[in-house]
C-alpha cells in the first residue's frame, strides 16, 4: 500500500469520519443499461449547473475532523458565502463514506499488486499508472486476489444493505451534531437568533436521540426553562383550557370524534362539491407546485380538502382502480373536513394541501412506475387526514399541560397518533367506508403506509428523516451507479415518509403571495398559544410571545437549517425536476 494510502487510512481510524469524494462514480453508465420508466428503477444525474447550498456541506469543525484529506473543496452552505463551488461527488454521510473508503482500498489493492480487472462486477476502477513493474511472487499475487474477493464480497454485502434506519444514524448523529453548532453561532449573533435557535432544536431535533453532550444552544434552551419562573398550575385546570373537555372523558374514547351529519346522495359534481364556475380553473393546476389553495377553499365554499382530494385521485384513475364509491369517498372526507378545526394553520386547506403537494412530488417524472397503485392511494390519503382534529398546539405543549391525550400516547408524536386514530375511526362508519372494493391483505396494507406517513410529519423526526434520505442518495451514488432502485418496500415506505414531510414544509417553496399567508398563518397559532401559556403560568415556549419575534430572522433560520437541506437532497434524488422548488424557495427567502 502506498504511503498516502496508509496514511489516510490511518487517520481515518484514529480520528473519525469528514467529507471525501467519490472518484470512481460516474452519472450514466448504469442509467446506459437500464431503460427509463421501469418500475422500482429511477435515473439518478447529477446538477449541471452550481447552485446555493445548505450547512450539510460545510467542512466539519469538529476535531476529529480537523487534519483528514479531501480531494474537493465543501460546497458553500446555505448559511455560510456562495464563493466556493463543489463538484457533485462530495460525500458527507458516514456509510456513504465508509463506502467510497473500502472502494479506495480496493482500488489502492488493485494497482499495487497489478491485478487484472474483473467486470463481472461492473465495478469502476480508478485509472492510475502502475506503481511498479516489478512482478510480485505467485503467493503474494495469491493472497491479493484472494483479498480482493472478499473485499468484493465485502462490498456485495454493504451496497445491498438496507440505509433505512440503523446505518442512517450515523448520519443523523453527525447532523444534529453539525446543526447544533450552526446554530450556536446563529444564537450569538442577536437576542432574537437566540430565540429562534431554541425554537428550531425543541421542535425539529428529537430530543430522545440526541447526544449527551449538550451543545451551547442546547444549554440556553436548559438555562432558560431552569431560570424561567414557575407558577403551579393544576393538571385540570391545563386539561380544560386546552381541549375544553373535563379531565374524566373516558380513555377508551377517541376525543373529538363526532357523529356523521348525513351521507352523500345524489348526483357527484365535477370536483366532489358545488363550486363557483371560477374554480375549474385552479383545478386545473393540481398536478402543479403552489396552486392557489386559498382561492380554491373560497371557490368551493370551504371544501378545499374534499374538493382536492376527490379530484386527484379520480384523475389518477384510483376511484375505478379500487371500486371506491363516490359517494362514500365524498361522505368520508366532508366527515373528515368536519372534524378539522378552525385553526390559523392547521385547518382543512392546510390538509388539501399537503395532499397537493404530495400529489406533485409523487408524480415527479424521475419516480415514474416506481409506486404501486395501493401506495400511491395510500399516500394520498394519509396527506389529506394527516392534521385531522388538531387543538391548534404543538407536542411539547400537551406533554407540559398533562393533557389526556399526552397521557393516553405516553408522551409519543402526541398529535400524530390522535390524527390517525381519528381519520381511522371516520372509516369505521359503513356510509364512510369507501374502502370497501379492496381485500383484507390491501386494506392491512393502506393501514401501514398510512400510519407509518402521518407518524412521519412529527417534525421531532426531521433530522432522522433527513438523515435517513441522504444516506439512500448517498449510499447509491457510492455503488458506482447512476440508477436508484426501489424494490424493496422499505426504500419506497422511506420515500412517502420523505414525500410527505416535505409537503409539510413546503411552505416556504411555494408562491410568495402563498408564503406570506401560511407564514403569517402560523406565527398566530404560535402566538395564541403564547397567550394561552401565559393564562396558565407557564414558560411561553421560543417563538410563542407575540410581543417578542422578530419574523424575518425566524423565517431565514427555518428555510436555512431545516427546509433548505432536506429540498436539496430531494432535488438530488430527482433531479432536475425541483429545481424550479429550490429557485422559489431561494427568491422567497430573500423577501
Same mark, same amino acid.
Given at each position: 500500500m502506498t504511503s498516502s494510502s496508509a496514511w489516510r487510512r490511518k487517520q481515518w481510524t484514529q480520528r473519525g469520519w469528514t467529507s471525501t469524494t467519490i472518484a470512481d462514480w460516474r452519472p450514466g453508465k448504469a442509467a446506459d443499461r437500464s431503460p427509463a420508466g421501469v418500475a422500482g428503477v429511477q435515473h439518478l444525474l447529477p446538477t449541471a449547473q452550481p447552485r446555493r447550498e445548505s450547512f450539510l456541506y460545510r467542512p466539519s469543525t469538529d476535531e476529529r475532523d480537523h487534519s483528514l484529506p479531501c480531494r474537493s473543496v465543501s460546497r458553500a452552505s446555505s448559511v455560510a458565502s456562495t464563493e466556493h463551488q463543489h463538484g457533485d461527488d462530495l460525500i458527507v454521510t458516514p456509510f456513504a463514506q465508509l463506502l467510497a473508503s473500502l472502494k479506495n482500498v480496493r482500488n489502492n489493492l488493485i494497482a499495487i499488486a497489478n491485478l487484472p480487472i474483473n467486470d463481472e462486477r461492473h465495478r469502476p476502477i480508478t485509472k492510475r499508472p502502475p506503481l511498479h513493474s516489478v512482478p510480485l511472487p505467485d503467493e503474494v499475487t495469491h493472497c491479493a486476489q484472494e483479498t480482493l474477493d472478499e473485499l468484493d464480497w465485502c462490498l456485495d454485502q454493504l451496497e445491498t444493505i438496507q440505509t433505512h434506519r440503523s446505518v442512517s444514524e450515523m448520519a443523523s448523529s453527525k447532523f444534529r451534531k453539525m446543526l447544533n453548532k450552526e446554530l450556536s453561532h446563529f444564537a450569538e449573533s442577536s437576542k432574537s437568533g437566540t430565540q429562534v435557535s431554541q425554537f428550531l432544536i425543541s421542535t425539529y431535533m428529537d430530543r430522545e436521540d440526541e447526544d449527551p453532550q449538550s451543545s451551547l444552544v442546547e444549554f440556553q434552551v436548559t438555562h432558560a426553562s431552569s431560570s424561567a419562573p414557575s407558577t403551579s398550575t393544576t393538571s385540570e385546570t391545563s386539561q380544560m383550557s386546552l381541549l375544553g373537555k373535563a379531565k374524566t372523558a373516558a380513555m377508551s374514547r377517541i376525543s373529538g370524534v363526532r357523529k356523521l351529519r348525513s351521507a352523500y346522495g345524489g348526483q357527484i359534481p365535477e370536483f366532489g362539491v358545488e363550486g363557483?364556475?371560477?374554480?375549474?380553473?385552479?383545478?386545473?393546476?393540481?398536478?402543479?407546485? !403552489? @396552486?392557489?389553495?386559498?382561492?380554491?377553499?373560497?371557490?368551493?365554499? /370551504?371544501?378545499?380538502?374534499?374538493?382536492?382530494?376527490?379530484?386527484?385521485?379520480? %384523475?389518477? !384513475?384510483?376511484?375505478?382502480?379500487?371500486?371506491? @364509491?363516490?359517494?362514500?369517498?365524498?361522505?368520508?372526507?366532508?366527515?373528515?373536513?368536519?372534524?378539522?378545526?378552525? %385553526?390559523?394553520?392547521?385547518?382543512?386547506?392546510?390538509? /388539501?394541501d399537503v395532499a397537493q403537494s404530495t400529489n406533485v412530488l409523487i408524480s415527479c417524472p424521475s419516480l415514474t412506475g416506481v409506486f404501486s397503485e395501493l401506495e400511491v392511494l395510500s399516500a394520498i390519503f394519509a396527506s389529506a387526514v394527516h392534521d385531522?382534529?388538531? @387543538? !391548534?398546539?404543538?407536542?411539547?405543549?400537551?406533554? %407540559?399541560? %398533562?393533557?389526556?391525550?399526552? *397521557?393516553?400516547?405516553? =408522551?409519543?408524536?402526541?398529535?400524530?397518533?390522535?390524527?390517525?386514530?381519528?381519520?381511522?375511526?371516520?372509516?369505521? =362508519? &359503513?356510509?364512510?367506508?369507501?374502502?370497501?372494493?379492496? &381485500?383484507?391483505?390491501?386494506?392491512?396494507m393502506f393501514r401501514k403506509i398510512s400510519i407509518e406517513m402521518v407518524l412521519a410529519t412529527d417534525m421531532s423526526k426531521h433530522m432522522s428523516l433527513l438523515a435517513d434520505l441522504k444516506t439512500m442518495v448517498e449510499a447509491k451514488k457510492v455503488a458506482g451507479s447512476s440508477v436508484l432502485t426501489f424494490d424493496k418496500f422499505n426504500d419506497r415506505l422511506q420515500l412517502l415518509q420523505s414525500m410527505i414531510h416535505l409537503s409539510d414544509l413546503s411552505n416556504p417553496t411555494k408562491p410568495i403571495e402563498l408564503y406570506q399567508n401560511w407564514n403569517q398563518r402560523i406565527l398566530e397559532e404560535y402566538w395564541r398559544q403564547g397567550d394561552r401559556e401565559r393564562d396558565l403560568g407557564l414558560e411561553i415556549s421560543p417563538m410563542c410571545d407575540r410581543n417578542n419575534v422578530t419574523i424575518e430572522k425566524s423565517q431565514v433560520g427555518f *428555510? =436555512?437549517?431545516?427546509?433548505?437541506? *432536506?429540498?436539496?437532497?430531494?432535488?438530488?434524488?430527482?433531479? @432536475?425536476?425541483?429545481?424550479? *422548488?429550490?429557485?422559489q424557495l431561494v427568491m422567497n427567502r430573500e423577501w
Open positions: 363557483q364556475r371560477e374554480l375549474a380553473v385552479h383545478m386545473q393546476r393540481l398536478d402543479e407546485w !403552489g @396552486p392557489n389553495v386559498f382561492k380554491i377553499n373560497e371557490l368551493s365554499k /370551504g371544501h378545499s380538502l374534499t374538493a382536492i382530494t376527490y379530484t386527484i385521485l379520480k %384523475n389518477r !384513475g384510483l376511484l375505478k382502480a379500487f371500486e371506491i @364509491p363516490s359517494g362514500a369517498l365524498i361522505t368520508y372526507l366532508l366527515h373528515l373536513e368536519h372534524h378539522y378545526r378552525d %385553526n390559523p394553520y392547521h385547518n382543512l386547506i392546510h390538509g /388539501g385531522v382534529d388538531h @387543538p !391548534g398546539f404543538t407536542n411539547q405543549y400537551l406533554i %407540559n399541560s %398533562n393533557s389526556e391525550l399526552a *397521557i393516553m400516547y405516553n =408522551d409519543e408524536s402526541v398529535l400524530e397518533q390522535h390524527h390517525l386514530a381519528v381519520a381511522f375511526k371516520l372509516l369505521q =362508519d &359503513s356510509n364512510c367506508d369507501f374502502l370497501v372494493g379492496l &381485500s383484507k391483505k390491501q386494506r392491512q *428555510i =436555512d437549517y431545516i427546509v433548505h437541506p *432536506i429540498f436539496e437532497t430531494w432535488a438530488d434524488l430527482v433531479y @432536475p425536476h425541483a429545481q424550479n *422548488i429550490l429557485d
